[in-house]
């Protein structure tokens, strides 16, 4: 898991598709599997996770 701060590198995030803040990305090995952006409540944000555990 990786925080990165969007603000301090917007080249960045442009790169990765970051189009709202907060993005959540899974990535596995290098190729993006899903991508959830906006705010999560804490029964969305484990449901989102669960698909990958």
Known sequence: MVKYNV?????????L????IPTLAVY??????AQQAGMMNSAQFAA??????
Do not use: C, I, P, Y
């Open 17 to 20: 598709g970051v189009r709202g």
């Open 28 to 33: 596995k090995d290098g190729q993006l599997l």
């Open 7 to 15: 603000d301090e590198s917007q080249s960045v995030a442009q790169q």
């Open 48 to 53: 989102f996770l669960k698909q990958f555990v």
